[in-house]
């Protein structure tokens, strides 16, 4: 039930842009995205709840396929303060939630280091 | 608000011996996640309570592991007796729904390492 990120690493240029995938083999919710810096705890990036919404942080958007299960993260114009490992999380959909309500599984992380 | 508070930030023990994980969640959050980070497996969900009742337990690895929420200001998550394949970051996350999204704020962890 854990979600597959890929790649599993990236390694950018400042400016350069990068994409983070994340899929899952559940019927979603929601997929919320966490930066986490080495050593520091999993920050909040954002949060997708509709089928192709799309939504935006700084330079960083995403966007959420319910229908193939998968959302994407976008880093447009990478700035060395986006280095750092990105974990995507799924809430499973309401039909299948159960006891799970709430729970969200996180993927294994893309490392992403920009450097200058 | 001080976020949520976890200790210690460091542990270091040796095999056989019991640990204890403490975890203060953010005033008036009535979900509490308990979380472990290795390498090899990222960030797995231990356990996770809702008005300090747990809810679902079946990420606990085994009987070694338990973990409790006697007040909504404070949990425990203790490992006995400890191996090193418990070495991990262990983190507490809270939340709440009241907002209708399901946003996790971490605490700082706990790192432990078994000798």
């Known amino acids: 039930q854990q979600p597959v990120q890929s790649p599993q690493a990236v390694i950018l240029r400042e400016g350069e842009d990068a994409v983070i995938n994340c899929s899952s083999s559940?019927?979603?919710?929601?997929v919320h995205w966490y930066r986490q810096k080495h050593g520091e705890a999993p920050v909040f990036l954002m949060i997708?709840?509709?089928?192709?919404e799309q939504k935006g942080h700084e330079k960083i958007s995403a966007s959420f396929n319910e229908k193939k299960q998968q959302s994407s993260l976008y880093l447009t114009a990478s700035q060395l303060s986006y280095s750092g490992t990105y974990f995507c999380?799924?809430?499973?959909?309401?039909?299948?939630?159960?006891?799970?309500?709430?729970?969200?599984?996180f993927g294994r992380g893309t490392q992403l280091t920009v450097w200058p | 608000d001080a976020g949520v508070i976890q200790s210690p930030r460091h542990e270091v023990t040796e095999m056989g011996q019991e640990v204890t994980l403490r975890c203060k969640p953010i005033?008036?959050?009535?979900?509490l996640f308990w979380y472990r980070q290795t390498m090899m497996r990222g960030l797995e969900l231990l356990i996770y309570?809702?008005?300090?009742?747990?809810?679902?337990d079946s990420g606990m690895p085994e009987d070694r592991f338990s973990a409790k929420m006697p007040n909504a200001s404070f949990s425990t998550l203790k490992i006995q007796p400890s191996e090193p394949r418990d070495s991990a970051v262990y983190f507490c996350?809270?939340?709440?729904?009241?907002?209708?999204?399901?946003?996790?704020?971490f605490g700082a962890g706990s790192r432990l390492t078994v000798l």
């Open positions: 999380g799924t809430e499973h959909s309401l039909i299948d939630r159960g006891s799970t309500l709430g729970r969200l599984y």
């Open positions: 559940k019927a979603l919710y929601s």
């Open positions: 997708l709840l509709k089928g192709g």
């Open positions: 005033s008036g959050h009535d979900y």
């Open positions: 309570f809702n008005n300090n009742v747990p809810i679902d």
């Open positions: 996350a809270s939340n709440t729904r009241g907002a209708g999204a399901n946003v996790l704020t």
